[in-house]
C-alpha cells in the first residue's frame, strides 16, 4: 500500500489480557516510531526504530510494554496484563530517515475494560 | 529538553475568517518545528514544517506559519477559513540529536462555523 497501515483499527481488551499491536510502514522507510495517544492528549513518544534496531524506549511507560521490528519492516506494539490506563490511540509513524517527515498510520484504539 | 504549549484547546471561526492557531515552544538546542492536522478517526498529516531555512514556511491547504526565534513562537495561520479545515491540529518539535521523535503540544480543535 502507498501509506502506513496498523491493525487492528479497534482492540477492546479485559483488564489482565495481553494484546498485539501490528503497524506496516511504508517500504522502504528505514525509521519508525510509535506514539500513544491518550483522549484529549497529544501523542506522547513511546518508542524509536532504525531499521530492526531500536534505538530509543524511553518513551515506554513500563516494562509492560514491549516493541520489536525482527526484519526492520513491520513492527509490532505488545502490552501485557493490559491496564485501564493503557486505553488510547497508538499511533505508528515511519520516515526514510529520523528527520525526515514521519507518515502517521490511522491508529489503533485500545480500550481496556 | 523541548516542550511545546498551545494556546487554546478550542477555536471557533467563521467561514472566510482568519484561522490563528498558537504554538510556543522551549528548546535547548535549535528546533525543527512542525504542524500536523488530525481528521476524526485518522493519522496526522504533516501541514508544514521548519527546518532552519526560511522564517516563513508555507504548507498545504493555504496554511502557512512563521518562526520567531524572539518569541519562540511557531503560529499557524489561514487568511480564510473553510469548512473543510475543521480539524484538530498540533504543533510538535524535534531536536537534531533525537533521531527524530517528536514532542506534541495538547491540540487545539478547530471549529468551522458557516
Known amino acids: 500500500g502507498a501509506g502506513v497501515s496498523q491493525s487492528p483499527r479497534y482492540k477492546v481488551a479485559k483488564r489482565g489480557q495481553d494484546v498485539a499491536l501490528r503497524c506496516d510502514p511504508i517500504?522502504?522507510?528505514?525509521?519508525l516510531f510509535w506514539y500513544q495517544q491518550a483522549l484529549g492528549q497529544g501523542p506522547e513518544f513511546l518508542t524509536y526504530?532504525?531499521?530492526?534496531?531500536?534505538?530509543?524506549k524511553s518513551g515506554l511507560p513500563s516494562d509492560r510494554f514491549f516493541a520489536e521490528r525482527p526484519e526492520g519492516s513491520v513492527s509490532t506494539l505488545k502490552i501485557q496484563r493490559t491496564q485501564q490506563e493503557d486505553s488510547a490511540v497508538y499511533l505508528c509513524?515511519?520516515?526514510?530517515?529520523?528527520?525526515?517527515?514521519?507518515?502517521f498510520g490511522p491508529g489503533t484504539r485500545l480500550t481496556v475494560l | 529538553a523541548q516542550s511545546v504549549t498551545q494556546l487554546g484547546s478550542h477555536v471557533s471561526v467563521s467561514e472566510g475568517a482568519l484561522v490563528l492557531l498558537r504554538c510556543n515552544y522551549s528548546?535547548?538546542?535549535?528546533?525543527?518545528l512542525f504542524w500536523y492536522v488530525q481528521y476524526p478517526n485518522q493519522g496526522l498529516q504533516l501541514l508544514l514544517k521548519y527546518t532552519s531555512a526560511a522564517t516563513l514556511v508555507k504548507g498545504i491547504n493555504g496554511f502557512e506559519a512563521e518562526f520567531k526565534k524572539s518569541e519562540t513562537s511557531f503560529h499557524l495561520t489561514k487568511p480564510s477559513a473553510h469548512m473543510s479545515d475543521a480539524a484538530e491540529y498540533f504543533c510538535?518539535?524535534?531536536?537534531?540529536?533525537?533521531?527524530?521523535?517528536?514532542?506534541f503540544g495538547a491540540g487545539t480543535q478547530v471549529v468551522v462555523t458557516p
Open positions: 510538535a518539535v524535534s531536536v537534531t540529536d533525537s533521531w527524530g521523535k517528536l514532542q
Open positions: 509513524a515511519s520516515s526514510f530517515t529520523g528527520v525526515n517527515e514521519q507518515f
Open positions: 526504530f532504525q531499521n530492526e534496531a531500536q534505538l530509543d
Open positions: 528548546s535547548s538546542v535549535p528546533p525543527y
Open positions: 517500504s522502504g522507510h528505514v525509521s
